[in-house]
């Protein structure tokens, strides 16, 4: 990682220079170890990486109304301390370490952790590219075609969101996000930050349309329609991606202020790779009529 990179609306700078703290600065640096012992609860995560992954906190995970320092453990990789109160993320490495791996960890998994036990973003489980000034999502089933949809506008010539973890928030009355990182991964690869798009966008974006993909056979018609009711809010709760057991009612309360302003639009996409032109072109012209 270069002692400078930009995730999440935020810079990651190696240095434990403390006194120069600024608003939209995380510290990351190298520890030789971590108070393992002292963080004596833990909760651990599903995982389709192989690995045993949890977090260690200091206090019951149940009741507790704030975390301010908590660690995360990639079992026989790497160890993050993450303290919120000066925004600094130390880590220890283990015996399998690898620079990359913990790259991954910390930009794919950590930090969005990081900034949803600190309610600075909620993450919905969406691809998002920039179409004219707008993030448009997409958003469905685990291989439903999110990354491939969001591979091909990105060949358009569209801006990069997010191909997995889209960092979301509310402003006034409208809904915004932020760049992710500058990766994708159009194809499956464990513990893979992907590749690096041409293009991003940098700066909050509002977006007021998710299109929610369901996969249809290879010859049918490609289909938008809009949902509503409960089955929309069903769709955005599904959407979530840190679904973790803090603020409940806060996030809650924000998927109905989703529902209640944004556009949720299912759209059937043939199982076709020659077709992704025609979809582009309808989504394309979707939002064109939307305006």
């Known amino acids: ?31 030789q170890t971590l108070p393992l012992n002292d963080y004596q609860y833990e909760i651990s995560f599903y995982t389709n990486q192989n690995r045993t992954i949890y977090l260690k906190t200091l206090d019951n995970f149940d009741t507790a109304k704030k975390f301010d320092k908590w660690i995360f453990v990639v079992e026989g990789v790497v160890s993050f301390l993450c303290d919120t109160n000066t925004k600094q993320i130390l880590f220890q490495k283990d015996y399998n370490y690898q620079t990359k791996l913990m790259e ?11 900034l949803s ?6 993450f919905l489980h969406a ?12 958003s469905g089933n685990s291989h439903s075609g999110k990354s491939t949809l969001t591979d091909y506008f990105l060949k358009k010539g569209h801006s ?4 997995d973890k889209l960092a979301t928030f509310k402003v006034d009355d409208g809904f ?3 760049l ?6 159009p194809y499956r690869l464990i513990e893979d930050l992907g590749v690096k798009a041409k293009k991003t966008s940098i700066g909050k974006l509002e977006f007021n349309t998710i299109y929610w993909i369901e996969p249809s056979k290879a010859d049918d018609e490609v289909v938008i329609q809009e949902i509503k009711g409960l089955k929309k809010f069903e769709v955005l709760r599904y959407s979530t991606e840190m679904d973790l057991h803090v603020n409940q009612k806060k996030r809650f309360e924000y998927i109905a202020e989703l529902a209640n302003t944004c556009h949720v639009y299912e759209i059937k996409i043939p199982r076709n790779l020659d077709r ?3 979809v582009y072109s309808k989504i394309i012209q979707h939002t064109k009529d939307k305006v």
Do not use: Q
């Open 276 to 278: 992704l032109e025609e």
């Open 127 to 138: 691809g998002s590219v920039n179409i004219n000034g707008k993030a448009i999502l997409f």
């Open 180 to 185: 992710s990182h500058a990766y994708h991964r």
């Open 1 to 31: 990682m270069k002692k400078h990179t930009y995730a999440y609306g935020y810079n990651l700078v190696f240095s434990s220079d403390l006194e120069k703290t600024t608003p939209d600065t995380i510290y990351i640096n190298k520890t």
């Open 160 to 163: 990069l969101l997010s191909d």
């Open 117 to 122: 036990l600190d309610s600075t973003y909620y």
């Open 104 to 114: 991954y960890w910390l930009i794919h998994i950590v930090l969005p952790i990081y």
């Open 176 to 178: 915004y996000c932020v």
